[in-house]
Structure formats: structure tokens, C-alpha cells
Nanobody, 125 residues
Framework: VQLQASGGGLVQAGGSLRLSCAAS????????VAWFRQAPGKEREFVAA????????YYDDSVKGRFTISRDNAKNTVYLQMNSLKPEDTAVYYC???????????????????WGQGTQVTVSS
């Protein structure tokens, strides 16, 4: 599956953005989907994931209560709604997907086979 991320931009602290990740080329509903982010000089880190539609969403503690991952299988798209943004949320955000991910690996980027190109999110203070 090919992934195309969009929706990043510059926003003030406290603001909101919605990222989108459009998938093509496969049956998207079967895939586990996730968002990761990477700030300058830091390693890529887990943000949020969903293994299957209708199942539990998983979040890093730093974004819990502020970010929401959702998916629209009819549109082959996964979203990340980001509210109450903070300057420390500034990073390049990547969407990822994998058809065979087991639950214990859902927070680990190395297990995702398919990646989007990344979209920059900048939060000013």
C-alpha cells in the first residue's frame, strides 16, 4: 500500500490541526495504521495507532486526551486530529501501515512496512 500524508502546517500553541493519510493499492481495512513523529535531533517516536477498525486506539502518554486517531476505510484514509497543540509537538509526522502487525508491536516503528513521506507540524509559542 502507498501512503500520502498531508495537513501539516504552522499553528499557535493551543490550536488544532488534522492530519490525513490517504492509502492506495491495497485493502486498507486489513491494515494496522499509526502515526509517528520525529523532531530535529531526536529519534522517531510513537504517537497513535489503531490495529483494526472498531478496536482500541493506542496513544503515547504525551498526546493522550489531546490527539485522536481515526480511520475511514471507505475513503482509505486515516486521520490524526490534534487539539491543544504545544510547542513540543513540533515535528515531522509520518503515517505508517502494516497488514500483519501483532498487538505487542503496535508502538514500534520497525515493524511497520509501509510509510508515508511525512508532513511538518510546527507549533509556535
Amino acid at each position: 500500500v502507498q501512503l500520502q500524508a498531508s495537513g501539516g502546517g504552522l499553528v499557535q500553541a493551543g490550536g488544532s490541526l488534522r492530519l490525513s493519510c490517504a492509502a492506495s493499492g491495497s485493502t486498507f481495512s486489513r491494515y494496522a495504521v499509526a502515526w509517528f513523529r520525529q523532531a530535529p535531533g531526536k529519534e522517531r517516536e510513537f504517537v497513535a495507532a489503531n490495529r483494526r477498525s472498531g478496536t482500541t486506539n493506542y496513544y503515547d502518554d504525551s498526546v493522550k486526551g489531546r490527539f485522536t486517531i481515526s480511520r475511514d476505510n471507505a475513503k482509505n484514509t486515516v486521520y490524526l486530529q490534534m487539539n491543544s497543540l504545544k510547542p513540543e509537538d513540533t515535528a515531522v509526522y509520518y503515517c505508517a501501515a502494516d497488514p500483519n502487525l501483532i498487538l505487542s508491536s503496535i508502538r514500534q516503528s520497525v515493524y511497520y512496512k509501509n510509510w508515508g513521506q511525512g508532513t511538518q507540524v510546527t507549533v509556535s509559542s
